[in-house]
């Protein structure tokens, strides 16, 4: 009989546009792992938009997991994505310390911006904060940005330059992480994704790239590393099969025309991780 699997999911819900618990839900299960929803905000639509509703849950979440504590919960995976406030951070580590058992794993995608940019609701103090998670994380999924913001140097315009990439990710280790992905990395008409593994094993991940960047594809990749990671999927295995995925999901929405602000048409292709 094969044991399933648990995942705590710290992120928003954004009713519409294809990020975060909304992706990830669907996705985390679709790989046979139950999900389980700690909001950290609840959105309207994401703040990629110019208006949005925006619900800080950032003083309810104590009182919303301690139902869960007397519950006698406990996870396989601890993930944690967008956060609502600089605040979460120690909320977050406070969660951690309660519900992780000794072999559960911690992904951290340090959701803060993109292209160069922080997004809107994010400032210098939050990535500084955001740092303290590195430590005790097992893997971490920042976008070239996130990583650059996270290790304090400006945006790297160069690409995906593997020896720029293992200086940038050496930092990253340092400050505490174990297993460094570095997602979407535009390069030409490629795109890649760069792997310093625990043993400091250096992997850049090439395919060509198959449509325009769209909104949510972070979630998207690190819900599939995080469902693989508590089912003992290496993880060089688990970022080709998150790449090769995202990169269909990109094509199709391209194909299908989905405005890229709407994230990627990932529900055409769900059934393709249930295997
Ligand atoms: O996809 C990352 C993300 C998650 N959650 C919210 C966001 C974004 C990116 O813009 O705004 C609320």
């Not at 294809?18 to 994401?46: E, F, G, W």
């Not at 072999?103 to 951290?108: D, G, L, P, Q």
């Amino acid at each position: 009989m094969r044991v399933q699997k648990k995942i705590a999911m710290i992120n928003d819900f954004s009713g519409f546009g294809r990020c975060s618990l909304m992706v990830s839900v669907p996705i985390i299960s679709a790989m046979k792992v139950q999900c389980c929803a700690l909001p950290t905000a609840i959105l309207s639509n994401h703040t990629g938009y110019e208006d949005f509703f925006f619900d800080d849950y950032t003083d309810r979440m104590q009182e919303y997991y301690e139902k869960w504590e007397r519950l006698g919960l406990s996870f396989d995976g601890i993930y944690t994505g967008f956060l609502g406030s600089e605040k979460q951070v120690g909320i977050v580590q406070d969660f951690i310390r309660h519900f992780a058992k000794e072999n559960t794993v911690i992904i951290v995608d340090p959701v803060m911006g993109d292209n160069g940019s922080r997004y809107t609701t994010i400032d210098e103090g939050f990535c500084k904060e955001m740092r303290k998670l590195l430590p005790g994380a097992d893997i971490i999924t920042p976008n070239l940005t996130e990583a650059c913001l996270l290790a304090g140097d400006s945006y790297l315009e160069t690409g995906a330059d593997k020896t720029e990439l293992t200086r940038l990710a050496d930092k990253l280790r340092k400050l505490g992480a174990k297993n460094i992905v570095i997602t979407g990395i535009a390069d030409g008409e490629d795109i890649c994704d760069f792997i310093y593994t625990a043993d400091k094993e250096a992997i850049l991940l090439r395919q060509p790239c198959s449509g325009e960047a769209h909104a949510g594809t972070g979630d998207v990749f690190s819900s599939v590393i995080a469902a693989d990671a508590v089912n003992g999927e290496d993880i060089v295995t688990s970022v080709k099969k998150a790449a090769a995925f995202v990169g269909k999901a990109i094509k199709l929405s391209h194909e299908m025309r989905i405005p890229t602000q709407e994230g990627v048409c990932f529900e055409e292709l769900l059934c393709e991780l249930a295997i």
